[in-house]
């Protein structure tokens, strides 16, 4: 359908077609509205299931005490916090929002680990941190969001200690025959009705189910993260091709 491809002046912000410069400005309107619901949201649109997803993302991370994390895009915190509890030596939750970073440095877990966690305000796509400084690298749910894919990518690549692993939890859109009838139906029709009923802005919701549309089909994103020079790149439909994980590596 090339009438719907953007101009190189233009990028997707769910179903429009904006100016590559006002994407960072839209998302950060929809992670500001809806920061103080977020987690809420979560469990309610997912039935609790993101946290399974998560669950198994930090089983794949393998924590240990030697490990420092960097979780980009990491909203308020659910990777970190699950990367600490389960033997990992230290976190840094990274995202753009400030909205989303304070909802998150709210929650008990951060008092919790507070001595191992550093919260960090930043842009994926330009990471203040020195080349290999992390043995860990994950972004859930948040590489669909950022502007220029490319550059988060090779900013992945560049923090990364060689031997240091890349994981990303993204949203995909299901290929099981009859899942993805009932799965269009219950985005389209379900999310902005319970964001507008619990967080108040369903509009926030409808991007969700259209930025999901959006996002490349699970081959092509592994091939995006394979061209910023990550190796061994796999992944694993979850719930039906709901969700997908991506694992890769640096050398
Ligand atoms: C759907 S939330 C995911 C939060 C968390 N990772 C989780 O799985 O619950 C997406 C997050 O991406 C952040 N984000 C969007 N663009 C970003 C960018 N360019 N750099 C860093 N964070 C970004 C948003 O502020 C938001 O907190």
């Known amino acids: 359908m090339t009438e719907n491809k953007p101009t190189p002046d233009e990028i997707d912000f769910g179903f429009e077609k904006v100016a590559r410069d006002d994407k960072r400005g839209r998302v950060a309107e929809v992670f500001t509205s809806v920061a103080e619901k977020y987690d809420v949201m979560n469990d309610a649109l997912s039935l609790g299931v993101h946290r399974i997803w998560k669950s198994l993302l930090i089983d794949r991370l393998d924590p240990r005490p030697n490990m420092t994390l960097l979780d980009v895009a990491g909203g308020t ?12 030596g230290k976190a840094i939750v990274c995202d753009i929002n400030p909205a989303m970073l304070a909802a998150g440095q709210k929650r008990r877990q951060a008092t919790d680990y507070q001595d191992r966690l550093t919260w960090l305000c930043g842009n994926a796509e330009s990471l203040s941190l020195p080349d290999r400084s992390v043995d860990a690298y994950t972004i859930t749910f948040g590489i669909r969001n950022v502007t220029d894919r490319d550059a988060a990518l090779r900013e992945a690549w560049r923090v990364l200690k060689p031997g240091g692993h890349f994981l990303c939890l993204e949203f995909s859109e299901p290929e099981t025959p009859g899942l993805d009838k009932i799965y269009d139906l219950y985005s389209f029709k379900l999310f902005p009705r319970l964001g507008a009923m619990i967080a108040g802005d369903a509009e926030s919701y409808q991007y969700l189910a259209e930025s999901i549309r959006m996002f490349p089909r699970p081959k092509d994103f592994a091939r995006q993260i394979e061209r910023a020079g990550l190796s061994q790149v796999s992944f694993h439909n979850l719930s039906g091709g709901i969700a997908t994980l991506y694992s890769a590596w640096r050398t």
């Not at 915190?77 to 389960?86: A, C, E, P, Q, T």
């Open 77 to 88: 915190g659910d990777i970190s916090f699950g990367f600490l509890k389960r033997g990992g």
